[in-house]
């Protein structure tokens, strides 16, 4: 079983930065694909970024490439999300996921095939 929490959402000018913190429970969590999705208000939800369990191998949305950066740190059991340049439409509920088969090089982006979620975590983007 794996258990996820986020952490680190706030308020924000755009502009700025914030970085998200999923810290992960469970033996085997470091070999799961990792990723990070968001919901805007009215919005269905969306991925955001993905990385595969050794870090090798990282997805992002088109409209956060070059301001959004995941990492991993499987000592930790710890996966970032490094939100730089944030825009108003960044404002979202943030979530933490985890893709329950492991060992996996290609990243999956299909929420449907991620099984463990975290509670999410609010960032609000300021005009």
């Known amino acids: 079983q794996v258990q996820l929490v986020e952490s680190g959402g706030g308020l924000v000018q755009a502009g700025g930065s914030l970085r998200l913190s999923c810290a992960a429970s469970?033996?085997?969590?470091?070999?799961?694909?990792m990723g990070w999705f968001r919901q805007r208000p009215g919005q269905e939800r969306e991925v955001v970024a993905a990385i595969n369990w050794s870090g090798g191998y990282t997805y992002y949305a088109d409209s956060v490439k070059g301001r959004f950066t995941i990492s991993r740190d499987n000592a930790k059991k710890k996966v970032s999300l490094q939100m730089n340049s944030l825009k108003p439409e960044d404002t979202a509920v943030y979530y933490c996921?985890?893709?329950?088969?492991?060992?996996?090089?290609?990243?999956?982006?299909?929420?449907?095939?991620?099984?463990?979620w975290g509670q999410g975590t609010q960032v609000t983007v300021s005009s």
């Open positions: 996921a985890a893709d329950p088969k492991s060992w996996k090089v290609v990243i999956t982006t299909n929420l449907s095939e991620y099984d463990y």
């Open positions: 469970g033996r085997t969590v470091s070999s799961k694909t």
